[in-house]
């Protein structure tokens, strides 16, 4: 849709890695698409694509966690963007730990949360799942700029999109 490009391309919304775990495997993506979507009570929607390993974690797990970046953690968006789950354990090397429900919590995050999944909802090549937090903490006293869109422009999907 060309004509939408002049809307879309102006947006640099800041990247999120949603990681999922359920039935004894664990998954993450680097995610573009989310945005709080109720202040009463407050909820939270990530958008993953159906075509990639994230997805299929996801839509049987009961909580994901969603993980804002620093800038300077190119690194580890690269690894969560680039990489496929289907060839590589992403989180090895990576600093984690279980968190509520089994939810898996990167611990390098400049902030980060655990939602339960109250719906999940097509979107055309995308599912949003709407999340209710349960969970959350980061570095409260950072003042590190966040990982944005324009800063991961150069990573290439791990799974292609169209």
């Known amino acids: 849709m060309p004509a939408m490009d002049v809307f879309l ?19 993450g993506c680097l995610v573009g698409f989310s945005s709080q979507c109720s202040l009463d009570p407050v909820r939270y929607v990530v958008w993953l694509s159906d075509a990639n390993r994230t997805f299929r974690v996801a839509r049987t797990a009961d909580v994901l966690a969603v993980h804002l970046l620093a ?20 989180f090895r090397g990576v600093r984690w730990r279980e968190g509520y429900g089994g939810a898996v919590v990167l611990e390098d995050a400049e902030a980060w949360f655990v939602g339960r999944v109250v719906t999940r ?42």
């Open 71 to 90: 800038r300077d953690r190119h690194r580890t968006a690269e690894r969560f963007g680039g990489l496929t789950g289907d060839d590589v354990d992403k």
């Open 9 to 27: 391309h102006r947006l640099d919304p800041d990247m999120c890695v949603v990681t999922a775990a359920a039935g004894g495997e664990r998954a």
């Open 121 to 162: 909802a097509p979107g055309g090549d995308h599912v949003g799942f709407v999340l209710e937090p349960v969970e959350w903490g980061g570095r409260g006293d950072s003042a590190e700029p966040l990982l944005r869109l324009a800063d991961a422009r150069t990573i290439r999907p791990g799974h292609p999109v169209d």
